[in-house]
């Protein structure tokens, strides 16, 4: 257990569904991210939060759209998805306050998109 | 080309040492990190290196950073069947927290 939990860990939808993953982090961290992890591209940051205000978005596209409402939860709301978009979404969180910056991941939420 | 490269596959026999290499490009890093994520889990920090620093030990563990050619290595003794997973090297620098992933070498360990 590395004091971050996502939900579901799995999660199967259609192109015309919206869905949400969730993340909580039990660790007292201040940042948290949002990871795509496919098999054929490095891991992907996509959204990153510090004190829960939005300070980098990987030019990724609008249909996954972050929520950070306070330091300990992330959402990623899905809606209109494509194929391409099946992967791993990985959840981390950190204490980002100085240059050492170890990330605690979840286990993640494996998504197939139909 | 990517920031962070690694090999992607590693295949050793078990007991054998394996060695895992890094190449970054951004000269300022300093702070320089291996990650481990095993089947159905995230990843989780394995060790790390400052960038002042040249080598790292830690029990069966060996990091060698080589700051000149911009190269890491991270060298497991006595590799077991339970180190096959994906080992993830990753740095940040100075002006950054945000640390640069590579893609992860699939280390194999068999009989």
């Known amino acids: 257990e590395t004091g971050v939990t996502q939900t579901p860990r799995h999660l199967v939808m259609g192109m015309t569904n919206k869905k949400s993953l969730k993340c909580e982090q039990h660790?007292?961290?201040?940042?948290m991210y949002w990871y795509k992890q496919s098999a054929k591209k490095p891991l992907e940051l996509m959204f990153v939060?510090?004190?829960?205000?939005?300070?980098e978005n990987n030019s990724v596209p609008s249909r996954f759209s972050p929520e950070c409402p306070n330091s300990s939860h992330l959402f990623l709301h899905l809606h209109t998805l494509q194929p391409e978009d099946s992967a791993l979404y990985l959840c981390?969180?950190?204490?980002?306050?100085?240059?050492?910056?170890?990330?605690?991941f979840g286990p993640g939420t494996r998504l197939t998109v139909l | 080309g990517e920031d962070v490269e690694q090999s992607l596959f590693l295949s050793v026999r078990e007991g054998d040492s394996s060695v895992i290499n890094c190449t970054y490009t951004?000269?300022?890093?300093?702070?320089l990190y291996w990650y481990k994520q095993e089947p159905g889990a995230g990843l989780q920090l394995l060790t790390y290196i400052f960038s002042n620093m040249d080598m790292k030990q830690d029990q069966r563990l060996t990091v060698l950073l080589n700051k000149k050619d911009k190269h890491l290595s991270l060298r497991i003794a006595d590799t077991q069947t339970g180190d096959s997973a994906i080992y993830f090297c990753?740095?940040?620098?100075?002006?950054?927290?945000?640390?640069?992933f590579g893609r992860g070498t699939s280390l194999i360990v068999h009989p």
């Open positions: 660790l007292g961290h201040n940042a």
């Open positions: 939060y510090s004190l829960e205000e939005r300070v």
């Open positions: 990753a740095e940040n620098s100075g002006g950054s927290y945000i640390p640069t």
């Open positions: 981390a969180s950190s204490q980002a306050q100085s240059s050492y910056n170890e990330q605690f």
């Open positions: 951004d000269s300022s890093s300093t702070y």
